[in-house]
């Protein structure tokens, strides 16, 4: 069957006896039990789509026409003698009837305006969702469908959320399962709750509600029958491209996804953008469309102090009224409050996600259970999605182009406004926002191009070589492995802020390399947002009026005060003390660890989870990590505490190189070659540099011939040296042992190990 209009089943007509309405709707259900909603046969170019039609005992009566019976394997309920709440039509790409279908789209009758999918169907429908506005239901009918089901969310504020829902008064249990670190009330070990979940016979439809980062166990612990005994939603798909720059497991999701059967499985959002993913864009696709609306009044206030702006409307809100502001900074937030009177400063609380927490610090809350926790209320990206307020307030959204990651697209004001699920409405929406002018913004559907081309050509180069490898076992060598390491470090693009570079290639749970698809369309679309919607100040007001917002424009120069500037400059002590105090405590717990020789992998891993933090405490634990093989515990504790926790690892490169140098045994290669060609004492000249460091480096440590320029600067990165003023580039050779180390190595690297896996090449 195709998607043509044909009758699944006419029973009026079949010559058996008169039906009830309920013998029709048992008879319906009976007989499409057989039948397949998947039709690989179906003459249309994509066969993932599938209508299936009934008959009405009531059609020609009025306001009743002929019955859809499933869309997309989803049941549609039926009213008898109510009609339908909707219409289907079927959308041709260009208009083209019978050539390829864009999607089936859902039309949502003008009088029915509060219907929500849970109206329309029994289950949800498999494919990708375009919900098109928030709060239409999608989870609610996931999670009340009558069938074991599992829905992925980004962040676990939302997880939590939707958990919280769960409660049973009459079993005093919760009908659902958190899947996700500890956040409020779920605090057990993960793997014991989904354990104890499973094996509980008086729920009879499991529904996990899991983070996406704990995905991957919650899928190990239920195996391989999860594929065909759960359906699978991914809940607000557009944040896993959002947020996969700085969330790398995101992506993975992705790869679940694709294992499940076709017809259990979904993608949703209210705002769905363009994906690069082709097996995505092969998805089918249902698309809600409501009548027109008027759109709301917006206030833009434009001007490049936004904190100063902020306050500013801040205090123009009634005493009475609650605010909401959408501002992915809590440094910026924590100055905004700073700049408040103190009355008003008792009045704030920051919700924002565990790694700022310690910043955040007697503002912070948890959780947001449906009411705003205070009277001004501040939010980061982690509530922009799926979390329900049920109440009214003064909402301000802020874009500060200073810091591109709080810069907001059109579609994430629309996440951030969907947060209100009052009928009426927030009380008032602002954005206030600054611009960076460009004269000549970028190409970015080019840009994407070429990142995609990039990114594919190197995933087959890396491909082409384990195929070799396979094909040709001599080639499995440590050179191989160098080249696939170089050129999976080279596919790399840089984000907009920072030094942040984000790989476009990944290896996929079935161990190819591909390109990373959800990370190149976040960074496309963040050299859209920042290089071209805030160039300049009119643009983003331009295409709000465009899209039917009612505009009210302002221009605020408000200068920085000495004030403000204060308040900033405590804000930063204060991130600086907190970064200090985290590492003082990692540190405890590593001695603690040390003293009671437990000091392994799996406890220093239950630290990072404990700690959520991105920042220097994350970093600490890594450099940690690196060298704690070779470097006793005390030493190693007390040169890791000796670099900032602002530095930018050149530091810490730097102690990488001479702890492994110091460790290398005496008669490794590199470590013999260099010690015969500068030995203590010798003045090098020029010449004797380029020769010595050529002879040790190349192909030891380096894959390529030096620069003229680079020997003096490798010499001088692993040996004290000293410059002899009256010789031209001449130089003594002062100490091997650089750094003074008197400690004896945990390790020794023997001759036989790689060195270029080892060493920190910061020289190049």
């Known amino acids: 069957m195709s998607l043509s209009e044909k009758f699944l089943y006419e029973i009026l007509d079949s010559g058996e006896p008169a039906k009830t309405p309920e013998e029709l709707a048992e008879a319906a259900k009976r007989i499409s039990e057989d039948i397949s909603y998947y039709n690989k046969t179906a003459t249309h170019p994509n066969g993932m789509y599938e209508i299936l039609h009934q008959g009405n005992p009531y059609a020609g009566e009025e306001g009743e026409t002929e019955l859809i019976h499933s869309i997309q394997g989803a049941e549609v309920k039926y009213?008898?003698?109510?009609?339908?709440?909707?219409?289907v039509k079927v959308n041709w790409k260009g208009n083209r009837p019978e050539t390829e279908i864009e999607n089936i789209g859902i039309c949502i009758h003008g009088t029915d305006e509060e219907i929500k999918l849970g109206h329309i169907f029994s289950t949800t429908p498999w494919g990708i969702i375009k919900k098109n506005r928030t709060g239409v239901g999608a989870t609610t009918l996931e999670i009340n469908a009558e069938r074991n089901s599992i829905i992925v969310v980004p962040t676990k504020s939302l997880a939590y959320t939707k958990y919280m829902s769960g409660w049973d008064e009459i079993t005093g249990k919760n009908k659902y399962c958190y899947v996700g670190s500890a956040i409020g009330e779920c605090t057990q070990d993960t793997r014991q709750a989904i354990r104890r979940y499973l094996q509980d016979n008086d729920i009879r439809y499991k529904k996990f509600l899991v983070v996406a980062d704990s995905f991957p166990t919650l899928i190990e612990e239920i195996g391989e029958s999860v594929y065909k005994d759960y359906f699978l939603m991914i809940d607000e798909i557009d944040t896993y491209q959002d947020d996969s720059t700085f969330r790398p497991a995101l992506p993975d999701a992705i790869d679940y996804y694709f294992r499940f059967n076709p017809?259990?499985?979904?993608?949703?959002?209210?705002?769905?953008?363009?994906?690069?993913?082709?097996?995505?864009?092969?998805?089918?696709?249902?698309?809600l469309e409501y009548p027109p609306v008027p759109m709301p009044t917006v206030k833009l206030i434009h001007g490049q102090n936004v904190t100063a702006i902020v306050?500013?409307?801040?205090?123009?809100i009634p005493a009475g009224e609650k605010v909401l502001i959408a501002y992915n900074k809590v440094q910026s937030i924590l100055e905004i409050i700073g700049m408040l009177p103190e009355d008003v400063q008792q009045q704030c609380a920051i919700l924002c996600g565990p790694a700022s927490r310690t910043n955040a610090g007697r503002y912070y809350v948890e959780t947001l259970e449906r009411h705003l926790p205070k009277r001004i209320n501040f939010i980061t990206c982690t509530y922009f999605v799926g979390v329900d307020i049920n109440e009214r307030y003064h909402l301000i959204s802020?874009?500060?182009?200073?810091?591109?990651?709080?810069v907001l697209s059109p579609d994430k004001m629309i996440q951030i406004r969907g947060r209100c699920r009052s009928?009426?409405?927030?009380?008032?929406?602002?954005i206030v926002y600054n611009t960076k002018y460009e004269r000549n913004p970028p190409d970015i559907a080019q840009i994407k191009r070429g990142y995609l081309e990039f990114a594919g050509d190197m995933a087959s180069y890396i491909n082409g070589i384990d195929e070799m490898k396979k094909k040709y076992p001599q080639f499995n060598t440590s050179s191989f492995k160098n080249v696939k390491k170089a050129v999976s470090e080279s596919a790399q693009i840089k984000l907009l802020s920072g030094n942040s570079l984000i790989k476009i290639i990944r290896v996929n749970m079935d161990g190819v390399c591909e390109i990373n698809y959800f990370p190149i369309d976040s960074i496309c679309e963040g050299f859209y947002v920042i290089k071209h919607l805030y160039n300049q100040p009119q643009t983003l007001r331009g295409k709000m009026q465009g899209e039917g917002y009612t505009v009210h424009f302002e221009e605020r120069d408000i200068p920085i005060t000495r004030e403000q500037q204060d308040i900033g400059n405590n804000v930063e002590k204060q991130y600086e003390d907190n970064e200090r105090n985290t590492v003082k405590q990692i540190i405890a717990k590593l001695q603690e660890l040390n003293e009671a020789?437990?000091?392994?992998?799996?406890?220093?891993?239950?630290?990072e989870i404990e700690l959520q933090d991105r920042g220097a405490g994350k970093a600490f634990l890594e450099r940690f990590k690196k060298l704690r093989a070779y470097m006793p515990f005390e030493e190693l504790i007390t040169a890791l505490q000796a670099i900032p926790p602002k530095d930018t690892t050149q530091a810490f490169k730097k102690l990488v190189n001479d702890v492994l140098f110091y460790c290398l045994t005496d008669n490794n290669p590199f470590k013999a070659s260099l010690k015969a060609s500068f030995p203590i004492g010798h003045i090098a000249t020029p010449e004797e540099i380029t020769q010595g460091i050529t002879t040790a480096f190349v192909p030891l440590i380096l894959e390529s011939p030096l620069r003229?320029?680079?020997?003096?600067?490798y010499l001088g990165v692993l040996f004290e040296i000293r410059r002899v003023r009256s010789q031209k580039r001449a130089y003594k050779i002062v100490n091997h042992n650089k750094m003074g180390f008197t400690w004896t190595p945990l390790k020794r690297i023997e001759t036989n190990e790689e060195l270029k896996e080892l060493f920190e090449i910061i020289w190049r």
């Open 398 to 406: 802020v874009s500060d182009t200073t810091y591109p990651y709080t």
């Open 79 to 87: 009213t008898p003698g109510q009609g339908n709440h909707f219409s």
């Open 311 to 316: 306050k500013e409307q801040i205090e123009a």
């Open 708 to 713: 003229t320029t680079s020997p003096i600067r």
């Open 423 to 430: 009928n009426e409405g927030v009380l008032s929406e602002t």
């Open 597 to 607: 020789g437990e000091l392994g992998d799996r406890n220093i891993r239950q630290i």
């Open 263 to 287: 017809y259990n499985r979904c993608l949703v959002s209210a705002t769905i953008k363009e994906f690069s993913h082709p097996q995505v864009n092969q998805e089918p696709v249902i698309e």
